[in-house]
């Protein structure tokens, strides 16, 4: 089980408003791509997921406990860059998933229980089809690589949540399908929570079970900092045409009608 | 015509370029030397390369008639033993000190700013406060070399923990290490090249640190050699002094490029330019 509830969650910085209002219900094993004009809060919105930030306002839960205010082996990641250790081989890479847990002082492992974690390793790195790369470094791997890598290296902990933030965006268009076509089955197969920041609408509709956008309904041209971005658009993927989860928390002056107004759709979206 | 910075020299050729400044060196010495001889056959400013050679055959192969020992060995065992301890004495403290800054808020956030004024005062201002307090024996002379490079070390290393990219701490974190983990598996391992490539910027400074502390008060060390002769303008020793020491410190450089480059390979992976 990994659901994952917000609950009126607004981020604040000094008087400047990123988020508000944000309400959610993510259910166990949804893959939710989250997309939104840059600066809308989709990055904020995985770091407070993750652990790296705090809500200013509101309650965050993971299967309905608080989720603890830093980063941990539930949740893992994938950054767009430097998500991979550049002193450790691709096998060191995904074995340090299996040595932190089980040698808190040294932190490596020896003997059988290496032999074991190795073979772990090893399912994972053949998993992504890094095997023919297992001894080299990063710096020896190209971009799509390296984030095969950082998946296979997040999978070790086999975390409730998997979040990625943009993990795709620098990789050509080839490799981005190569990517998604990995992504998919390694997500049912270990039944994850996945939510995955992107600025590519396809990808967000061709991936995803849901799909949630943000942005600023309302803007303050004398306090650009004034308002923050809302949830404008929750579709569930899952049926024939995109159709809108909840309804939509609308601000209060903001006069333009909700959802009729979706034409979203693959086709349309790129 | 190429622009000069696209002009880039051969093998054979930069070898040739790399000699030819020494060469030239060697030869306006031995011009000047033979200069001055022809004028004053007893000049002791600039001895010729052969009074040099049999002066430093000498002090390499024959015991001291006071000591029993033979001078250079005797002089380079204890200059290196105090630069040796010195070095290795900084390098623990820093490593510690610039990870422990580096990685925790609440240590940087207490001791940052001591190191930055401590790191400010000039290390032989010290020198007669650690002769008055460690006496003039080793104690005081690495000391010095250690309050002399330790700041340095441990400011550059703290600003290279700055440098790892915050993803690989959250990464780290979410593969469930905790810090002293995280500390151990990330962070040291990508620390070490720099901290070679530091104390190699740092050998130039211990040398000076230990000259200076036994030019001031020793009885045997390459420093103290050269400023005792000094008396006796006997730059037949002087010279090949420096030119053993210069050798010293460089072999010394040589060395940790060579470790540095063998044992962290990665880090090294067309990051420059030469």
Same mark, same amino acid.
């Given at each position: ?270 | ?69 033979? /001078? +250079?060995? *005797?002089? $380079?065992?204890?200059?290196?033993? &105090?630069? !040796? ?6 390098? =623990? %403290? ?79 974190? /979410? +593969?469930? *290490?905790? $810090?002293?983990?995280?500390?151990? &598996?990330? !962070? ?6 720099? =901290? %070679? ?78």
């Amino acid at each position: 089980m990994s659901a994952i509830t917000v609950r009126d969650v607004w981020v604040e910085y000094g008087d400047q408003i990123v988020l508000e209002a944000l309400n959610l219900d993510i259910a166990s094993g949804s893959f939710v791509t989250v997309v939104g004009p840059s600066g809308c809060g989709k990055s904020t919105f995985l770091r407070m997921v993750l652990g790296q930030e705090r809500p200013t306002r509101g309650r965050l839960l993971l299967d309905g406990a608080p989720l603890p205010a830093e980063p941990g082996p539930d949740r893992g990641i994938v950054f767009q860059r430097y998500s991979v250790f550049p002193h450790l081989t691709v096998l060191g890479n995904v074995l340090a998933g299996f040595e932190f847990a089980a040698s808190p002082w040294l932190g490596t492992l020896f003997g059988a229980a290496r032999r074991r974690a190795v073979e772990a390793s090893d399912e994972l790195i053949t998993a992504v089809g890094l095997a023919a790369h297992r001894d080299k470094y990063p710096s020896a791997l190209s971009g799509g690589m390296q984030q095969r890598l950082a998946i296979a290296q997040a999978l070790a902990k086999n975390p409730k949540v998997l979040l990625l933030d943009e993990p795709f965006g620098a990789l050509d268009p080839g490799t981005r399908a190569q990517m998604h076509d990995l992504l998919k089955p390694l997500w049912r197969q270990h039944g994850m929570t996945v939510i995955m920041v992107t600025h590519d609408l396809k990808e967000a509709f061709g991936l995803g079970t849901r799909l949630i956008a943000f942005d600023k309904l309302r803007h303050d041209p004398q306090a650009p900092g004034r308002y923050g971005a809302r949830l404008t658009y929750d579709l569930d993927l899952t049926r024939r045409r995109p159709t809108p989860v909840a309804p939509v928390p609308r601000a209060n002056q903001d006069s333009h009608s909700g959802t009729s107004t979706l034409p979203l759709h693959p086709r349309h979206s790129t | 015509m190429r622009r000069a910075m696209n002009i880039a020299p051969g093998r054979g050729t930069r070898l040739l370029l790399a000699l030819l400044p020494f060469l030239l060196i060697v030869c306006v010495y031995a011009l000047g030397s033979a200069d001055r001889r022809a004028a004053n056959p007893d000049d002791k400013l600039l001895p010729p390369f052969a009074e040099m050679a049999d002066t430093a055959g000498r002090l390499a192969t024959e015991p001291d008639r006071r000591t029993g020992e033979i /001078t +250079l060995l *005797a002089d $380079t065992a204890a200059s290196l033993q &105090r630069l !040796v301890i010195g070095l290795a004495v900084a390098t =623990l %403290i820093g490593l510690a000190l610039g990870i422990a800054l580096g990685i925790l808020p609440m240590i940087d956030a207490t001791f940052g700013p001591l190191v930055g004024v401590l790191s400010m005062i000039p290390p032989m201002a010290l020198l007669p406060i650690l002769f008055i307090v460690f006496g003039l024996g080793e104690l005081s002379k690495v000391v010095l070399i250690v309050i002399g490079i330790t700041p340095f070390l441990v400011r550059d290393l703290a600003m290279t923990v700055g440098a790892i990219p915050g993803e690989q701490l959250v990464k780290a974190q /979410t +593969l469930g *290490a905790s $810090t002293w983990q995280t500390v151990l &598996r990330v !962070v040291l391992p990508q620390v070490l090249p720099r =901290l %070679i490539e530091a104390l190699r910027l740092s050998l130039g400074p211990a040398f000076l640190f230990l000259i200076s502390s036994e030019a001031i008060a020793a009885d045997a060390g390459l420093g103290y050699r050269i400023f005792l002769v000094r008396r006796y303008l006997a730059m037949d020793v002087i010279l090949p002094y420096v030119a053993w020491i210069t050798l010293i410190a460089f072999v010394m450089d040589l060395a940790l490029a060579r470790l540095a480059r063998g044992a962290f390979a990665w880090a090294y992976d067309g990051a420059r330019r030469r």
